[in-house]
């Protein structure tokens, strides 16, 4: 089923790498270099990268496991899988990657050692059957990391930072992919996702994951999760 995140991803797909890079300052390479180093991949563990995207995660750990994990990416935009498939070839990389939709994984019970999901739980349908989906094919002790868009604390730096996302992201993110329709979405989206305790609250009330814990990135603009089955 087609749907319109799907929709706009496949037209973003191209400029997307691009866009992050421009409108995060190149901060998110950095979010996600932190982010690989918790998931701290190790020889021969299996590990899946759902809404991959563009792949920048998958990579990461595949670089970081010097090879030696074995890293599945799913997504379900196939333009933002095209991109991360170019990637592989020129990067000679042995990441698979498949079109697959989060909430219907295509893999066994217990068929994974940890899950990672980087800024892609927000924009899910159903949240609470997205993660029941993920601890269906995590193995029993097995992690989930999760990388997403939090809200800043502190009140004077939330000013400056509500005022260049409602703003001045959307115009930027416009001029670069020419859907500034789809950077109001992700800014809204990422604005008004339960971040830090209130996502912890919610995994504890939807789920049946037996610990969380979260580390906060750049003052709350980012949040590491850490799930464990
Ligand atoms: C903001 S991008 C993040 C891509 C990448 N993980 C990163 O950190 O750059 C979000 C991705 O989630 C994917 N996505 C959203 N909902 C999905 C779902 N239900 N199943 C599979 N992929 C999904 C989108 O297609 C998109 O590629």
Redesign the pocket.
């Known amino acids: 089923m087609s749907t319109q995140?799907?929709k706009m991803?496949n037209q973003i797909a191209g400029k997307y790498d691009k866009a992050?890079t421009i409108l995060s300052f190149g901060i998110h390479h950095a979010w996600?270099k932190k982010f690989v180093k918790r998931v701290n991949p190790q020889p021969g563990e299996k590990i899946l990268d759902?809404?991959?995207?563009?792949g920048?995660?998958a990579f990461l750990i595949e670089k970081t496991s010097q090879k030696k994990a074995n890293v599945v990416g799913?997504?379900?935009?196939e333009k933002?899988l095209a991109v991360a498939k170019q990637r592989a070839a020129q990067l000679k990389s042995n990441v698979e990657f498949m079109g697959?939709?989060?909430?219907s994984l295509p893999f066994d019970d217990n068929s994974f050692d940890k899950v990672t999901i980087?800024?892609?739980i927000r924009?899910?349908?159903n949240l609470t059957k997205?993660l029941n989906e993920i601890l269906r094919v995590l193995k029993p002790g097995g992690k989930l990391f999760i990388?997403e868009f939090g809200q800043p604390q502190n009140e004077t730096f939330a000013k400056v930072y509500n005022f260049y996302s409602n703003f001045i992201l959307p115009q930027i993110g416009g001029m670069i992919t020419g859907e500034k329709d789809a950077y109001i979405y992700l800014n809204k989206t990422s604005l008004s996702f339960p971040s830090g305790n209130h996502f912890i609250d919610l995994m504890q009330k939807n789920t049946t994951f037996r610990s969380c814990k979260l580390e906060s990135l750049s003052l709350g603009i980012s949040y590491i999760y850490t799930l464990q089955k």
Not at 100 to 103: G, N, R
């Open positions: 995140v799907q991803f992050n996600k759902c809404a991959t995207g563009t920048d995660i799913v997504d379900f935009s933002m697959a939709d989060i909430e980087s800024f892609g924009n899910v349908r997205s990388l």
